[in-house]
């Protein structure tokens, strides 16, 4: 493999480098590149890098284990005057993990231009094996060409002509599974989940990218959210919390058909879309707890307060058996006790964990000492180190819509923390979003220090019937300590990390797809000026035309 930037561009395309890789594009936008996904090829190659390293551990202690097994029994049958166990090629179980010594297979469903299989064969040291597939002839010309260009060899990338759904139902047979699964599709991944976790291996990482968030963290497409993922968005603060949840939530009930469960490994919102790393195993006994894994939210919609309560519940014995029942609930009335408005329901959603933190812990080692190979190591870190700090509880405040609901003046987010911190209670923000607040406070603690702050910065004009008359009317149970706390500014905040996604470009968002010159022109007609209302109307436009009969924006 050489390095292609010094090289010319033929006529009619010109030159995209990104990380060890140097693509062709054409001119004539035939295959889609966006260069605002650096970021998520870049974190990608990490988290990959890092699974690989944690995977080819633990297939070394299983040999040690086995081999540690195979010299007890020689020794045994030595002593009894027996031949020793005959020697067989290969390990057992590595023809059903699709692994060998010679390295890992990557599976890249939808690759459009190959840039991102391109960054993982020259980028990513253990790779034996990427099939790059696409629909359109254009994108694997595209994929050969490049593949060409960087000089990498066909047995190292293979690109593959084929629907991805027929794709991945091809490799479901465990002699043909792949170690990693990549979907990075324009809009939702949905259809693609049910064949990703049959094909990816045991153990294997399956990296899913959703664009849609639209339907996944709006409120006017309940419809369409809950045929794509078999659960209803919410109108909240923590809307994009909700949508990684309930991606989670769809690989989850589809790993759990097939016997098979997931484990988070990092769970992002980035920008305008959303990317989750997780390992599918098989576990007939694993996919017993999912009720237990798996809520519904009951999200208030005057103030916002939230509960969770899972669908199933687990008990166990003094002899450790396992018993599995259904839960009892709402955990809340038919109206909030703050604010006397209704709940709306959320869900279901996964309700466990979003990140594991000893792999964080591992991939900030990793991109810590690769500085030169990630352009965006800055944003990396400061993204992960978020991630790492977010508290075990689901959903989050943000200060700005705290005030807003009481209509007070802004209370800086370092006192409303102090504040939940000097009442004993833990506190962190969320990756997800700026100026947000997560804590295992309940909602009656968190109005509680809204009133005292209005006693400090009292309100005008309260109607006594609306939501801040209604919560401004009860004293405070406990007077708020606004005092800064000697613990409250994270690591994160210390180090001086980029901790929230900033705008990458001028003009950012999800892109046109690739097509014509007509289909170009009508997409790019949107006002970049519009931003918030880009990437509803592209996001609407995929919802529509996937599924066909969905509202008009």
Known sequence: ???????????????????????????????????????????????????????QEERAQKLAQKKARKDAINAKRAQEGQEPLAEKEGTEGDEASGSSSRGITILEALSASGLRSIRYAKEIPNVRHILTNDLEADAVASIKRNAEFNGISPELLEPHKGDAIDVLYQHRDPLKRYNVIDLDPYGTASPFIDGAVQAVSDGGLLCVTCTDLAVLAGSNYTETCYAKYGGHPVKADFCHEVALRLVLNTLSTSAARYKRHIVPLVSLSIDYYLRVFVRVYTSAAEVKLLGSKTSLA???????????????????????????????????????????????VAGPMWGKELHSIPFIDRM????????????????????????????????????????GTVHCTSIKLLQ?????????????????????IKTDAPPSAIWDIMRSWVKLNPVKNIKPDSVAGKILAKEPAVIANFEMHPDVKSESRKAGLVRHQQNPTKHWGPQARAGGANKRKAES????????????????????TSAGDEKKE
């Open 364 to 403: 900030l080692k990793h991109v810590k000492e690769s500085a030169a190979l990630y352009k965006t190591q800055p944003r990396i870190l400061g993204m992960l180190t978020v991630c790492k700090e977010e508290i075990e509880t689901p959903f989050y405040y943000t200060a700005n819509g705290l005030c």
């Open 416 to 436: 409303f923390n102090s504040a939940l911190m000097h009442q004993g209670f833990k506190v962190s923000g969320s990756h997800a979003a700026q100026g947000s």
């Open 525 to 544: 007609d949107i006002s970049n000026e519009e931003k918030g209302d880009k990437t509803s109307k592209m996001e609407v436009d995929e919802a529509e």
């Open 298 to 344: 009951y999200v208030c919609s005057g103030c916002q307060s939230s509960y969770t309560r899972s669908l199933g519940k687990v008990t166990e014995n003094t002899k450790g058996n396992k018993k599995f029942g259904v839960n009892t609930g709402p955990p809340v009335n038919e109206k909030c006790e703050f604010c006397e408005n209704r709940f709306h």
């Open 1 to 55: 493999m050489t390095d292609q930037s010094g090289i010319p561009a033929p006529a009619g395309f010109k030159k995209v480098t990104e990380g060890k890789a140097t693509i062709l594009f054409p001119d004539t936008n035939e295959v889609f590149y966006n260069p605002i996904q650096e970021f998520n090829r870049d974190i990608s190659i990490a988290a990959i890098r890092t699974w690989d390293e944690i995977y």
